[in-house]
Structures are given as structure tokens and as C-alpha cells.
């Protein structure tokens, strides 16, 4: 255990917890926000207050834990525990538990309209399918786990990065999970985000998301929707996998009344299921775009900046001629159906400092921006690629790695 530095005039302790419960000690403290030596001193003295002992705590396997406490808390402590018969380890676990039923985990705080992150680019190739997998995964880990996070004031390091693009492992902080309920919607018929989660695609002979943009709907769409089965997602997110039919989308709703709205028609019966609903767009500007677009409009009593688009970049100049027809056509959208769409922000993606100014003068170049703002930078490293080819999410292939702590910062970032 790292202890926090002293203060006042607390002396090091040191004694055993089962590791099962100093895990637990150590997420519900940062859940709280408080050091963990306070947590321990206001068990300790909850504990010494009570009228009778507790029931017996499961120590086996207790390992050494320290911390550090106010000298005279620590003497009357082990003072207690002789009076009361039970060892110091036992009367620590028991005042950690009685910490924890005293302090449970706070709930996951719900949004009151389900947020629709519409993640896009008129450009293929930026890695749209990557990062919305990755935020998608960072919003569902369990609330009850701790997860590496880097903040975003670490955007102007990268700047600053020349032959090494490995960050200080000191700049990160572990935090828990956001524990939300995520649906994924694979909206490109080359279904890339489907595949690269170890999911099949729709049968083309099946229902599918355009049948039922189309108005041809065969069911309920919620049994097209699939689970990635990982434990630290804990259930809490799905797949909507893509059906090649969508390649077909533009010329079927072509017919359809009021089509900007049909991706909302379809997904509004299962949006009570869900937090967050990321849509992974096609490299298109065609009529799916437009109602996508339609769909991550700011919606009456909603709040500015819960839904909206979220723009994938590269560091490289290509990038920025197809980021001007992308947010030409959302203003026009805004334009001609008076539409409150938000800029979520633009994800600077595959970013290697590397390869020198092109990257480096770039990056600032999306930063001058400043409307909309970069709100996360995504290495180029191999981790990615890994997690590809073995059909796993990234946060669960390298929940540790360099992209997979970018991925939890934007998460945090589009989530403020």
C-alpha cells in the first residue's frame, strides 16, 4: 500500500487487512474522496465507541497493511481490542468494515435524457470505430473498480514529446469507474466496430437497424442488441451489431417521411435501457449523416454539451479538408431544421510526436481551434492493433496501457 504522507501528529502503523477488504477500503475512499489513513481513524473510532463486539471477520490471508493514525487513537486501539478479546487484526478489519456499512458506494449518477454521442468524420480511416469502442468502454467499467486516468492538462505535454512517447506513469490517477449503461451502434455497413468486438454481423436476410430506420422492422430491436461479455463492464455494455444492408440505407430512405428523424425513431423504443448511446458513423455525408446528425441534436429541457457530435482527427493535413464538409453539413443541418447541435469536441486520434512537425504543428493547429475544442489525444501504439486482431475490447485486452488511459480521460472530458 502507498501510505499518504503524514499529518499532524500521526505515527506509522502497521498491522494486516485480508486483501479483499483493504481493496475495498481503498475504492470506497476515493469514492468518497477522503485519504484512506482517514477512513481507518474514523472506523477506529466508531468502532471503540460501540457497546458490543461485532461479528468475527474472515482474516485469513491478511497481508501487511500501514497507514497512519494519531498516536493516542492507535494506543487506546490496541488498549480496546486486549479488553475485548479479539486480536488487532480483528479489531482493524472490524473497524474498516464498520467504515465501509457506514459509507457505502454512492450511486452512479444517471442522466435524465439518455445521451447520444455521435462519433464522426467524412474522412475513413481516422479511427472513428476505435475511439468510440474506447469511450464507450470507459463510460461502462464498474464504478466498483479502480481504473488508471490521465487528466486532460497532460494535452500540452504532448507537444513538448520527442523521441519518447511514453508518458510518467506518475502523472496518472487511479479513480473508479463510471459504471454506465453504454449501447455501441455499429452505423457503418463495413461493420468494423461489430468485428473488432468478436461480434457477427447481421444477416442480410434478418431485421436490422434500416429496417427498422425504413419502417420495415421485423421485431424488437432489442434482440439484435448483444452484450460484451467482459467482467469489468459488468453487463453494462452492448452491441448493436451493423447488417451490410445499410450499404442500402440512403436509397431506402429516400422514400421514407421525415428521414433526418428515422435513426431517432428506431433507437427511441430502448433508450430507457441505456446512459449513453454511442453511434460509429460512416465515412459519408450522405442521408445516414443527416440523421445521425438528427439524432445527437440538443433535444428540449436537455442540457448544452450532453449529446452532440464528437469529431475524430488525425495530426496530418488531410484530416482538416474533411472536418471542413463535416462541419459544413452539421451547420447547414442546423440551418435548415433550426437544430441545437453540440460540438462535443475533436479527438486528435493516431497521434505519434514522432513523426515529427507534420504531427506536432498539427496538433496545434486543432488546439487553436479552440470551438470546438480538443478534448483528447490517442496515441498511435500497438495495443490498439493487439486488441484488433484478438476481437477483445482495448480496456479490457490492456486496461493499463497508454491508449487505454487516453480513452478514460475523454471519456471524463465529454462527461464534465
Known amino acids: 500500500m502507498t501510505s499518504p504522507e503524514p499529518r499532524d501528529n500521526r505515527d506509522k502503523v502497521v498491522s494486516k487487512l485480508p486483501s479483499w477488504l483493504r481493496q475495498e477500503l481503498k475504492v470506497r475512499a476515493v469514492q468518497h474522496g477522503i485519504d484512506m489513513q482517514d477512513a481507518v481513524e474514523a472506523g477506529i473510532t466508531a468502532w471503540r ?38 486480536s488487532l487484526i480483528q479489531g482493524l478489519a472490524q473497524s474498516v468494515q464498520v467504515w465501509l456499512d457506514t459509507h457505502p458506494a454512492p450511486a452512479v449518477k444517471r442522466p435524465d435524457i439518455v445521451r447520444r454521442i455521435v462519433v464522426c468524420n467524412q474522412k475513413g480511416g481516422v479511427g472513428k470505430t476505435a475511439v468510440t469502442a474506447g469511450t464507450g468502454e470507459a463510460l461502462a467499467e464498474s464504478s466498483t473498480m479502480l481504473v488508471p486516468v490521465r487528466v486532460s492538462k497532460h494535452f500540452a505535454a504532448l507537444l513538448e514529446e520527442n523521441e519518447d512517447s511514453t508518458h510518467d506513469p506518475l502523472a496518472l490517477e487511479d479513480l473508479p469507474g463510471l459504471g454506465q449503461r453504454v449501447l455501441l451502434v455499429d452505423f457503418d ?17 434478418g431485421d436490422s437497424l434500416t429496417n427498422h430506420m425504413a419502417g420495415d422492422g421485423k421485431g424488437d430491436l432489442r434482440e439484435l442488441i448483444v452484450p460484451i461479455d467482459e467482467d469489468r463492464f459488468g453487463g453494462r455494455l452492448h452491441l448493436l451489431p451493423a447488417c451490410t444492408d445499410a450499404f442500402l440505407l440512403d436509397v431506402r430512405l429516400s422514400g421514407v417521411r421525415a428521414r433526418e428523424a428515422s435513426l431517432e425513431r428506431a433507437l427511441s423504443p430502448i433508450e430507457n435501457d441505456y446512459d449513453v448511446i454511442l453511434i460509429d458513423c460512416p ?12 439524432y445527437g441534436r440538443r433535444r428540449n429541457q436537455e442540457t448544452p454539451g450532453n449529446s452532440g457530435a464528437l469529431i475524430v482527427v488525425q495530426a496530418e ?60 489525444v490517442i496515441g498511435d501504439l500497438k495495443e490498439q492493433k493487439e486488441a ?3 476481437k477483445r475490447p482495448l480496456l479490457a485486452y490492456a ?18
Open 49 to 86: 465507541g460501540l457497546g458490543s463486539n461485532l461479528n468475527a471477520i474472515d482474516t485469513s490471508g491478511a497481508e501487511s497493511f500501514a497507514t497512519f493514525l494519531p498516536a493516542e487513537l492507535w494506543t487506546g486501539f490496541r488498549a480496546d481490542c486486549k479488553l475485548r478479546g479479539v
Open 189 to 205: 455497413p463495413q461493420g468494423h466496430l461489430t468485428l473488432q468486438l468478436g461480434q457477427e454481423p447481421l444477416p442480410m436476410d
Open 283 to 294: 465515412p459519408s455525408l450522405g442521408m445516414s449523416m443527416d440523421a445521425a446528425i438528427h
Open 317 to 376: 493535413d488531410s484530416s482538416a479538408d474533411a472536418y471542413g464538409l463535416l462541419t459544413s453539413q452539421i451547420e447547414d443541418m442546423r440551418t435548415d431544421l433550426a437544430l441545437d447541435v453540440d460540438y462535443l469536441g475533436l479527438v486528435v486520434n493516431h497521434y505519434d510526436a514522432r513523426r515529427g512537425y507534420i504531427a506536432t504543428s498539427s496538433l496545434q493547429s486543432w488546439m487553436d481551434i479552440k470551438d470546438p475544442r480538443v478534448v483528447g
Open 388 to 390: 484488433v486482431r484478438a
Open 399 to 416: 486496461p493499463r496501457c497508454d491508449q487505454s488511459v487516453g480513452m478514460r480521460a475523454l471519456a471524463r472530458e465529454i462527461s464534465k
